[in-house]
């Protein structure tokens, strides 16, 4: 029991990253715009979390409120991309996946130049202190060692993306804001018609797309890390996309995916831990994780429909 117990906590704090990509990509999708810049603004996103909270620790000390603001930061930092993905994509009717595929080499290149001026040319930040991490709120009301003790010792970030698939799915299905997101995406001459401004609310989507995508790449340096490194995302945000286009493109669809993405990486984990002893390299156990993304997209994208709109730029007055 304790071993499927560490897989499952394993699962979550690994799957937590994944989860704030895919919705970050729901919601830009949703509005008819592709966003493969995913991966860059969880990259930039963990660098500024790491960053701002290792500055402000050493700034102010060990306050409750640093980790926080770092994460917000780490938010901000990934919504600023994406806003340059929407005036791209938007504003200048270039190619989605184009604009996106530069956003992936702009976003970690911009991480790595302000890496080397803060931090005396290094390319890696310096540790978080520990009291400095995002906290784990439930880690008082367990046992130390106890199973549910492992479950549920997580971070913060966990619990506030499971949080936030509530509220995705809320917002897009149940209010106003969504049925116009979605109307956009599949639909922009018609609402346009209906009186919706078509750019405005893409641009709101695209830039919470990098809000939510900077908090995915912030839960792992600050939580999961504790520091920031060139290879940390290491292709988290496609696997993101792959787990929203498997969801189809839904909150609650998108997190499931995540959860089998994030149970490939637990299980890795496990195998590669020195109590089970498989005689097995480390390299291509890490291979698990991006075999298993392949396999299910070879099988499933097929079969799933994007929304109609989505990667067509709009301009006002077209037909």
């Not at 931090?119 to 995002?134: E, G, R, S, V």
């Not at 970030?157 to 897009?172: D, G, K, M, N, P």
């Not at 993101?240 to 669809?253: R, S, V």
Request: a positive charge.
């Amino acid at each position: 029991m304790r071993d499927l117990a560490f897989i499952l906590a394993t699962t979550l704090m690994y799957s937590t990253p994944l989860i704030y990509g895919a919705l970050g990509a729901v919601f830009s999708e949703n509005s008819g715009v592709v966003n493969i810049g995913i991966e860059g603004m969880m990259t930039i996103g963990a660098f500024s979390g790491a960053a701002s909270t290792y500055i402000l620790a050493q700034t102010y000390g060990h306050l409750w409120w640093v980790p926080w603001i770092g994460f917000l930061i780490g938010g901000l930092a990934g919504g600023l991309f994406g806003l340059l993905h929407a005036i791209a994509s938007v504003s200048f009717h270039a190619d989605q996946t184009v604009s996106g595929i530069a956003i992936n080499f702009l976003a970690p290149g911009f991480a790595l130049f302000l890496s080397r001026r803060l931090f005396q040319n290094a390319t890696t930040t310096p540790p978080i202190p520990l009291d400095a991490k995002l906290p784990r709120p439930l880690n008082q009301f367990f046992e130390a060692g106890s199973i549910p003790g492992i479950i549920f010792n997580q971070y913060a970030s966990v619990y506030i993306a499971f949080i936030l698939v509530l509220i995705s799915w809320y917002v897009l299905y149940k209010t106003k804001l969504g049925l116009r997101i979605r109307a956009v995406g599949e639909h922009p001459k018609a609402a346009d018609t209906l009186g919706v401004n078509v750019q405005r609310i893409r641009y709101f989507s695209v830039i919470l797309s990098g809000i939510l995508a900077g908090w995915g790449g912030a839960s792992l340096s600050m939580a999961i890390v504790a520091s920031f490194r060139p290879t940390l995302i290491s292709g988290q945000g496609f696997i993101a996309m792959a787990a929203m286009i498997f969801g189809k493109w839904k909150p609650h669809g998108a997190m499931l995916a995540c959860l089998l993405f994030g149970a490939t990486t637990g299980i890795q984990i496990y195998l590669g831990s020195p109590q089970v002893g498989l005689q097995v390299s480390t390299n291509l156990l890490s291979m698990i994780p991006y075999i298993i993304t392949l396999i299910v997209l070879m099988g499933f994208v097929g079969k799933a429909v994007a929304p109609a709109a989505d990667g067509i730029p709009y301009e006002k007055g077209d037909q």
